[in-house]
């Protein structure tokens, strides 16, 4: 594998987290429990797909083949995205959505901290931009899960589910390969065993913090990485792609 | 043409592009233009945006060439993120501005843990009373936080502090 082929697939991976992410955020429109948290979740939704379209626009170029940030977000299959398992679970209740979100926070705000220090100068600059949105992302999602988490005995009980069935697509935040190993050489990237520790103590104090249980995971799940996704994701993708897969090339 | 135009004169006609969404607001105010190059009748114009999702960037910058092109100027307009933009750049006027305008501007607060930080006291942009509370993080657009004030109950938008 040649280096511009790992930094495209690097590239690729985050842009589909987010992505994925996204559209699964926006699906809340309309439908938030308070008329804030519709708000909230929506406003979360376009920060994530604003650092998937930075993201995707600097794949593009990095690939040179003509492809546009759009044809890349809306006219792949489901076998060519990237993303972690966990971004593509269906939304559940609102407690779900926000132990989603906190994990993958987390995992975010570690990783682009990392990023900084990147010898690539625009996998820096675009870091250091969305730290800065997704330090607002962290403290909404954690003072939610403490707040449901330590709140009556229903929502301890549903969030409590939630954490025990979500923490299981926690392990392929971290996964690498040879990708990372060859982005690693030149420093374009760092490597995320060394904040895998951080991340877990950060977990666990909000979890403990909120009453809740940190369950012991004897199966991770994972496949997202490699193109192999879960049941939802083709529903999910056949939602998103639809306007671009019956009227190819439409704008507004 | 008539006569050259120089830089100082494009960052004034920069002054009549409003932002969209917050319209009190020029694009300078907002400290968004990181550059002005001329050269002769074609200008390059460096913005940086607000927050990456930001809807009101794509028109900001059709407004920038629309406005520009009244003098007779080509102009090309390119995003950079990196340094990224904070409120730290919202000029005094803009802040002056925003008050006027109902929204309290950015208050000035170091970087405390992200955590569990108190939220920072806004004072209400009709009454100026200080006690007011955080209706929710997130509000109206990407770059505004949910208000409201406790004493005259104005509910209000917080144009929150980004670091
Ligand atoms: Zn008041």
Request: glycine content about 6%; aromatic content about 8%; proline content about 4%.
């Amino acid at each position: 594998m040649t280096k511009p082929k790992a930094l495209f697939e690097y590239l690729i991976r985050h842009a589909d987290d987010t992505l994925i992410l996204g559209q699964r955020l926006s699906e809340w429109c309309g439908h938030g429990p308070i008329l804030e948290e519709d708000i909230a979740l929506t406003n979360i939704a376009l920060d994530l797909i604003g650092q998937a379209t930075e993201l995707y626009e600097y794949a593009a170029q990095v690939e040179n083949k003509g492809r546009t940030a759009d044809d890349l977000a809306f006219l792949r299959l489901e076998r060519e995205y990237k993303n972690v398992l966990l971004v593509e679970q269906k939304n559940g209740d609102f407690g779900k959505t926000i132990v989603r979100q906190f994990l993958f926070d987390n995992f975010q705000l570690l990783n682009y901290t990392q990023l900084l220090n990147s010898s690539d100068a625009q996998v820096a600059a675009i870091a250091e931009k969305s730290l800065k949105e997704v330090k607002y992302h962290l403290k909404h999602s954690s003072e939610w899960v403490i707040r449901l988490g330590d709140g009556t005995e229903e929502s301890h009980q549903r969030i409590q589910e939630s954490v025990d069935d979500l923490m299981r697509f926690v392990e392929e935040l971290f996964f690498q390969n040879e990708v990372n190993e060859l982005l690693q050489e030149d420093k374009l990237i760092g490597d995320c065993e060394e904040f895998k520790q951080q991340f877990h103590q950060n977990v666990n104090n909000v979890l403990t913090e909120a009453t809740l249980t940190i369950p012991d995971i004897k199966y991770h799940q994972k496949g997202g990485r490699k193109g192999i996704h879960s049941e939802h994701m083709g529903f999910l993708l056949a939602e998103m792609q639809y306007m671009q897969r019956t009227y190819p090339g439409m704008q507004w | 043409m008539t006569s050259e135009i120089s830089v100082e004169q494009v960052w004034n006609y920069l002054k009549d592009v409003k932002d969209p969404e917050v319209p009190v607001l020029t694009v300078v105010d907002l400290g968004i233009i990181r550059n002005v190059e001329l050269n002769g009748t074609e200008c390059l114009v460096t913005i940086t945006p607000t927050y990456t999702g930001c809807p009101a960037m794509r028109v900001i910058e059709n407004d920038i060439i629309e406005r520009l092109s009244k003098e007779g100027l080509r102009t090309e307009v390119k995003t950079t993120l990196s340094p990224a933009w904070t409120t730290d750049w919202i000029t005094q006027d803009g802040r002056d501005k925003l008050e006027g305008y109902g929204i309290a501007p950015p208050q000035d607060e170091v970087d405390k843990s992200v955590l569990f930080a108190e939220p920072t006291v806004v004072p209400c942009p009709l009454c100026k009373s200080k006690n007011t509370r955080l209706v929710s993080q997130f509000g109206s657009t990407a770059c505004k936080a949910h208000y409201q004030c406790n004493d005259c109950k104005e509910p209000f938008d917080y144009f929150k502090c980004l670091k």
